[in-house]
């Protein structure tokens, strides 16, 4: 679609600690942390992320395990979010992520559309996790490997884009 957007993509990843945000064991996660937000907001397509005053999300706790961090943020297109994620310098500590991080064994990525202007909440971002745990990939809450298309596009599935494999 041309011109400005009627909708963004919003995203939310999480992830369980290995062990406390200021161990040694983390230390290589939150020394990144700064720059690679910061690459984040200077990203094209960035339109908001999630952040106390301090900067990050690390202190956000929406789930009653507290070695569950959430990350949480809204782009102005799937194609804006994968070059972020996938092919600038992230991806170095997107492939990192074991060190800090033990595995999930259930879906930890969710994507969905929000009208343009719309910051969603934590709370809104646990229901499309959940909501993808619970029915797979749908117009609901989708991944990168089974995208689907903005609701003024259509809102169907759509081919992925085969460099969106996750690195990890």
Known sequence: MDGERQYHLAQVNVGRLRAPIDDPLIA???????????LADASPGFVWRLQTDDGDATAVRAFDDDTILINLSVWTSLEALADYVYRSPHTAYLRRRAEWFERMREVFVALWWVPAGHVPSTAEAVDRLDHLRR????????????PFAAPNDGGAPVGADTRDACPA
Do not use: Q
């Open 28 to 38: 290589g996660f939150a020394g990144a942390l700064e720059e690679i937000n910061a």
């Open 135 to 146: 029915h797979g990939p749908t117009a609901t809450a989708f991944t990168f490997r089974s």
